[in-house]
């Protein structure tokens, strides 16, 4: 959907190494939620920021972290890469309370 | 915590016909369920939901069921075209007011609409 930026669009790292994602806000939308989508399945829930405060988590270990802006722009950053790690990574903003969440185009990390 | 199962993994119809994908989930407190479809290396985009308190919903040839009962929620399509050919996701959300979602989805449908 219109408006919903992520950065870089691909990234090859080596495994050991930490990444840095970073997600653009939709206009108006003020919670952002991370999600992995490995290749052929549906995405698994990270974790979710709302006034720059982690409100929610997923089962991921804590390698995987994040930040969110007072723009409302957020990061996501993973640490001691795997070989597993090896996913797209979505974005997905909506209005705190509101429902309807709308996706990024996604960041497609290739771990080696 | 939730757990959502979708069926078929794929589903292959002729142009015109109509295409029924079913998930079940299993926490009674889940109360949104949306549809999102996906297309090869594009980002996944809402196409329907639905809420706990509305049986039924339909946007021109795509409509949402859900029985909440039996904790099962389907998407119809209708008149299948070409451009309907994609992988199709159901979630499901303890979607409230004052809070955030966390969609758990399916393990997803790929849809083949054959001209």
């Known amino acids: 959907d219109a408006g919903v930026t992520q950065s870089p669009t691909h990234l090859i790292k080596t495994r050991g190494q930490q990444v840095t994602l970073r997600c653009s806000p939709k206009s108006g939308h003020d919670t952002v939620s991370w999600y992995q989508q490995a290749l052929g399945q549906g995405p698994q829930f990270i974790f979710q920021y709302y006034e720059e405060e982690e409100r929610q988590r997923g089962n991921f270990p804590d390698r995987f972290s994040g930040h969110q802006f007072p723009n409302y722009s957020s990061e996501l950053n993973v640490n001691a890469l795997l070989l597993g790690d090896s996913a797209l990574y979505l974005c997905?903003?909506?209005?705190?309370?509101?429902?309807?969440?709308?996706f990024g185009q996604g960041t497609r990390l290739t771990v080696v | 915590g939730e757990n959502v199962e979708q069926h078929p993994s794929t589903l292959s119809v002729q142009e015109g016909d109509s295409a029924v994908i079913k998930c079940t989930y299993s926490?009674?407190?889940?109360?949104?369920f949306p549809w999102y479809k996906q297309e090869l290396g594009k980002r996944p985009q809402l196409i329907i939901d639905i809420r706990s308190n509305v049986g039924e919903k339909k946007d021109q040839r795509i409509a949402v069921t859900l029985n909440k009962t039996a904790k099962h929620f389907s998407l119809h399509i209708t008149e299948t075209q070409p451009e309907d050919s994609a992988v199709y996701f159901c979630?499901?959300?303890?979607?409230?007011?004052?809070?955030?979602?966390?969609?758990?989805f399916g393990g997803g449908t790929r849809v083949l609409v054959k001209p």
């Open positions: 997905a903003w909506e209005v705190w309370g509101v429902t309807e969440a709308f």
């Open positions: 926490d009674s407190a889940s109360n949104y």
């Open positions: 979630a499901a959300s303890w979607g409230i007011k004052a809070a955030g979602n966390k969609l758990t």
